[in-house]
């Protein structure tokens, strides 16, 4: 429970830098300094190893590289959730999946029911699926002890799923053209990487230069680089061979969270959330991308996880945290809609067109503004009825 709470605090002070570094891109790309913005983020960078040069834009190493120690964290925090922590137990793990899987499902049939007829937009079918763990939790946190701890703790496990899912999603559906060579050359790194965890080998050292060597052979072969983040985690030893030793999962884990939640997701806001108010029209507002996106995020979330955790309870396979109500529970459903970070990510991803980007970043944001507001103040209205 210290982690938790940790955890929670850490997460309620990254919201309001994510918040501010959204306002700061907005800003900055409607003023004068909109030609410097676009400088930065589209300025080339370079990495030289030995004969391998790879040179990209800054936003790409930001969606890919930074966002790639973003998946390790998610990784290392569902390891340790699931083997040692809330989700070890069969009976915690049933409702926080199976309400990620409706807050995936449902949002992502409305927003296919808008784009049906365009196969173009209908690539960001996953884009309302998804739910930012910092936005979200830091909603709840900024409530205070007024909520029931177990709550915070099913958002979280929720968002854990729903991250999960959302690097399968990505490892499936978002890939380039596929180079086979440097699929089969990320086989040694792997073979490394299990051999290191097999004989519980403690130096992070070694896990950091191999999956470093793994990051860069899923780069070039096509497949979203970000998977390699995730993959990396699930090998990072959970017991330390010393007694009373943190081990390394959790020291890494101490490491980069305060970079991700500080640095990293809010870095990733700046490059990502700039738009202009020229670019939004009535043509914008009634795009099927803007509305799919609005409406999956907005009703699609909070539907998929109550009616498919309503009948998980009814059906008796699981039964809602302790002192928890569904009133409780109505108002965290709504807040699994603030997408922002990770649907803009895979919003990216999904599209090239400027037209489609520009819609996309507006509707995840008008989305996930009305699930967070609506539904802080339904839980402060729940507050206030139970006083």
Same mark, same amino acid.
């Given at each position: 429970?210290?982690?938790?709470?940790?955890?929670?605090?850490?997460?309620?002070?990254?919201?309001?830098?994510?918040?501010?570094?959204?306002?700061?891109?907005?800003?900055?790309?409607?003023?004068?300094?909109?030609?410097?913005?676009?400088?930065?983020?589209?300025?080339?960078?370079?990495?030289?190893?030995?004969?391998?040069?790879?040179?990209?834009?800054?936003?790409?190493?930001?969606?890919?590289?930074?966002?790639?120690?973003?998946?390790?964290?998610?990784?290392?925090?569902?390891?340790?959730?699931?083997?040692?922590?809330?989700?070890?137990?069969?009976?915690?793990?049933?409702?926080?999946?199976?309400?990620?899987?409706?807050?995936?499902?449902?949002?992502?049939?409305?927003?296919?029911?808008?784009?049906?007829?365009?196969?173009?937009?209908?690539?960001?079918?996953?884009?309302?699926?998804?739910?930012?763990?910092?936005?979200?939790?830091?909603?709840?946190?900024?409530?205070?002890?007024?909520?029931?701890?177990?709550?915070?703790?099913?958002?979280?496990?929720?968002?854990?799923?729903?991250?999960?899912?959302?690097?399968?999603?990505?490892?499936? &559906?978002?890939?380039?053209?596929? =180079? !086979? %060579?440097?699929?089969?050359? @990320?086989? #040694?790194?792997?073979? *490394? $990487?299990?051999?290191?965890?097999? &004989?519980?080998?403690?130096?992070? =050292? !070694? %896990?950091?230069?191999?999956? @470093?060597? #793994?990051?860069?052979? *899923? $780069?070039?072969?096509?497949?979203?680089?970000?998977?390699?983040?995730?993959?990396?985690?699930?090998?990072?030893?959970?017991?330390?061979?010393?007694?009373?030793?943190?081990?390394?999962?959790?020291?890494?884990?101490?490491?980069?969270?305060?970079?991700?939640?500080?640095?990293?997701?809010?870095?990733?806001?700046?490059?990502?959330?700039?738009?202009?108010?020229?670019?939004?029209?009535?043509?914008?507002?009634?795009?099927?991308?803007?509305?799919?996106?609005?409406?999956?995020?907005?009703?699609?979330?909070?539907?998929?996880?109550?009616?498919?955790?309503?009948?998980?309870?009814?059906?008796?396979?699981?039964?809602?945290?302790?002192?928890?109500?569904?009133?409780?529970?109505?108002?965290?459903?709504?807040?699994?809609?603030?997408?922002?970070?990770?649907?803009?990510?895979?919003?990216?991803?999904?599209?090239?067109?400027?037209?489609?980007?520009?819609?996309?970043?507006?509707?995840?944001?008008?989305?996930?503004?009305?699930?967070?507001?609506?539904?802080?103040?339904?839980?402060?209205?729940?507050?206030?009825?139970?006083?």
């Amino acid at each position: 429970m210290k982690f938790i709470r940790n955890f929670m605090r850490l997460e309620s002070s990254s919201a309001i830098i994510l918040g501010i570094c959204t306002i700061l891109a907005i800003l900055a790309k409607n003023s004068s300094f909109m030609n410097s913005y676009d400088t930065l983020v589209n300025y080339p960078v370079s990495l030289h190893i030995s004969q391998l040069s790879v040179t990209k834009p800054a936003l790409i190493w930001v969606n890919e590289l930074l966002m790639a120690v973003f998946f390790l964290v998610v990784g290392l925090e569902l390891k340790r959730e699931t083997l040692e922590g809330h989700l070890a137990s069969n009976k915690n793990r049933i409702l926080p999946a199976i309400a990620a899987l409706g807050g995936i499902i449902v949002p992502a049939t409305i927003y296919a029911v808008y784009n049906w007829d365009n196969p173009i937009t209908l690539k960001g079918w996953a884009v309302p699926a998804a739910t930012d763990i910092a936005f979200a939790i830091g909603i709840l946190s900024s409530l205070g002890k007024r909520l029931p701890p177990q709550l915070k703790i099913c958002l979280l496990s929720i968002a854990i799923f729903d991250d999960i899912v959302a690097v399968l999603i990505i490892a499936i &559906f978002y890939t380039a053209n596929i =180079s !086979f %060579y440097w699929l089969l050359l @990320s086989i #040694l790194p792997l073979l *490394i $990487l299990i051999t290191l965890n097999h &004989f519980s080998v403690q130096r992070l =050292s !070694f %896990y950091i230069i191999i999956g @470093s060597f #793994l990051w860069i052979c *899923i $780069l070039k072969s096509g497949v979203h680089a970000t998977i390699a983040g995730i993959v990396l985690a699930f090998f990072i030893p959970i017991h330390s061979k010393t007694a009373n030793k943190i081990s390394p999962l959790m020291t890494l884990e101490q490491i980069l969270h305060p970079w991700v939640s500080y640095f990293i997701l809010p870095t990733f806001a700046f490059f990502n959330a700039g738009i202009t108010v020229e670019e939004i029209s009535a043509r914008t507002l009634t795009h099927p991308v803007f509305l799919g996106i609005v409406t999956g995020l907005f009703l699609g979330k909070q539907l998929g996880v109550m009616l498919f955790s309503v009948s998980a309870v009814k059906l008796k396979w699981c039964s809602l945290p302790e002192n928890v109500t569904w009133l409780h529970y109505y108002g965290m459903a709504l807040i699994t809609g603030i997408g922002f970070t990770m649907s803009i990510f895979i919003g990216m991803l999904a599209f090239s067109h400027d037209e489609h980007l520009t819609v996309m970043r507006l509707g995840v944001m008008l989305g996930s503004l009305l699930s967070g507001v609506i539904g802080y103040i339904i839980l402060l209205g729940v507050i206030r009825w139970y006083r």
